[in-house]
C-alpha cells in the first residue's frame, strides 16, 4: 500500500507499506537513488510490517530542498510518525546506514533495533574511499574501460543510467548474473537528485557519478 508523508515543510515523501508483525523500516543508499527493496519486502512479508519509502528529492518524492543529514532525520521521523510507528526496527543500507545510525542516536526511544548494513563508517577521514575504488575497478573487470569513458564526460540521462549499471554490478557476489541485477534495479529509471547528493558531503564525489554510497 503506497502511503502520502508530509514532511513539516510540506514536501511529499512516497512511502510504501507491506506485510503484517513488528515495524521495520528500511533507508536506501545514495544520496540522490530512490528505494531498491521491494525484494526484501517481499521476503519478509509474514514476518514484518515493512515501510519503504524515497528520500526528499528522490524517485517517487517531491523534488525540494533543503538536503542535508538534519533534514534526511526529520523526514524519516515524519515516515515513521505517518505510518503509524511508535517505535520501530531501523534497516539502511551504504549512506542508508549513515542516515540510520544518526536517527537512532537522536531518537533512541524510537527505535527498537539497528540494522547497518554496508555502511560508509562512523569517521569519514579514515579514508575507505580509495580501497573501494580499487576494488571497484577489479570487479568491473572488462566493463572496466567503458565505465571510465563514462565517468570522464558530462553524460546524458541514458549515459547516466548505463553508468550506474555499471557501477551497481560491481556490487553482487555472481559476477555472473551481476548485469542483469543491476539492470532490474534501474528499472525504471526514476533518475539521479545530484543536489540531494549533498545531503552527505564525504560522499559527494562518489555520488556525482552516480554511485550508491
Given at each position: 500500500m503506497d502511503l502520502q508523508v508530509r514532511a513539516d515543510d510540506g514536501c511529499r515523501l512516497w512511502a510504501n507499506?507491506?506485510?503484517d508483525g513488528d515495524p521495520l523500516v528500511l533507508c536506501h543508499g545514495g544520496p540522490g537513488l530512490w528505494d531498491y527493496f521491494d525484494d526484501v519486502a517481499e521476503?519478509?512479508?509474514?514476518?514484518?510490517?515493512v515501510v519503504r519509502w524515497d528520500q526528499r528529492g528522490c524517485g517517487r518524492s517531491e523534488l525540494c530542498g533543503p538536503y542535508s543529514v538534519a533534514r534526511s532525520i526529520a523526514d524519516l521521523d515524519a515516515v515513521r510518525e505517518q505510518s503509524s510507528v511508535a517505535r520501530m526496527a531501523l534497516l539502511g543500507?551504504?549512506?542508508g546506514a549513515h542516515l540510520a545510525l544518526r536517527y537512532a542516536i537522536e531518537h533512541p526511544d524510537r527505535v527498537s533495533h539497528l540494522i547497518y548494513v554496508s555502511g560508509t563508517g562512523v569517521d569519514p577521514e579514515r579514508?575507505?574511499?580509495?580501497?573501494?575504488?580499487?576494488n571497484l575497478?577489479?570487479?568491473?573487470?572488462n566493463r572496466l574501460g567503458r565505465w571510465e569513458a563514462l565517468s570522464?564526460?558530462?553524460?546524458?540521462p541514458a549515459e547516466d543510467r548505463e553508468w550506474a549499471v555499471l557501477q551497481w554490478s560491481a556490487?553482487?557476489?555472481?559476477?555472473?548474473?551481476a548485469l542483469r541485477h543491476a539492470e532490474r534495479m534501474a528499472t525504471p529509471w526514476l533518475g539521479i537528485?545530484?543536489?540531494?547528493?549533498?545531503?552527505?558531503?564525504?560522499?559527494?564525489?562518489?555520488?556525482r557519478r552516480g554511485g550508491n554510497a
Open positions: 507499506s507491506t506485510g521476503l519478509l512479508r509474514g514476518t514484518a510490517r543500507h551504504s549512506w579514508g575507505w574511499h580509495p580501497h573501494y575504488e580499487r575497478r577489479l570487479r568491473l573487470g570522464a564526460r558530462t553524460r546524458t556490487d553482487f557476489a555472481d559476477g555472473s548474473a537528485n545530484y543536489d540531494g547528493a549533498l545531503t552527505a558531503r564525504p560522499l559527494v564525489a562518489q555520488s
